[in-house]
């Protein structure tokens, strides 16, 4: 089943076609609208603070594979790749390291797994010293991992097909 959505008026299309209530016709909305699976199949990336030089900026990962993806350049302060044995809802201390080993970073790495997260699917937020060159550093390396930019809203979409909202709150 394909998602559709189109800003707030498109998520009200399928809640209510969902729910068999009044709404539009689905298909009139597809020439203008970003569509994906509804599963979520895809894991998707952003910053999720302001691109600023705050002291802390966070990036949030979700999706199926955002604990995999996090896990290859998340390294903890013993010098361990540990990231998929940790427990849901856990805060770690470690370091972000890019593809040759270098240190970026240091980092709190926040995981949590599905159906207990805002998007109901696994979910990593990195926690980093703020600036946009380190935020975009570190998000460049979660994207050459396997997620994709995410679109604006998207997390908060996730939310409302997963369940999480409704829609007088996306």
Not at 10 to 33: H, N, P, V
Not at 58 to 64: A, H, M, N, W
Not at 116 to 135: A, C, K, M, P, R
Request: proline letters at 2%; charged letters at 25%; one cysteine or more.
């Amino acid at each position: 089943e394909i998602a559709l959505w189109n800003g707030i008026s498109a998520c009200y299309y399928f809640y209510t076609k969902k729910k068999g209530s009044r709404g539009g016709d689905m298909s009139q909305l597809i020439d203008t609208t970003t569509y994906m699976d509804k599963s979520g199949r895809d894991t998707i990336a952003a910053v999720a603070t302001a691109m600023s030089t705050a002291g802390i900026g966070i990036i949030r990962v979700s999706g199926p594979e955002a604990v995999p993806i996090c896990a290859r350049c998340y390294v903890n302060a013993r010098g361990q790749r540990d990231l998929e044995t940790h427990a849901a809802n856990s805060i770690l201390f470690g370091y972000i390291e890019d593809e040759k080993g270098d240190r970026i970073d240091e980092v709190m790495i926040s995981v949590f797994r599905a159906a207990h997260s805002y998007t109901t699917e696994d979910t990593v937020e990195i926690n980093t010293h703020g600036g946009t060159y380190l935020l975009n550093r570190i998000l460049d390396l979660v994207l050459r991992g396997g997620a994709r930019l995410a679109e604006p809203g998207e997390f908060t979409k996730r939310a409302f097909l997963g369940g999480r909202i409704d829609i007088s709150r996306a």
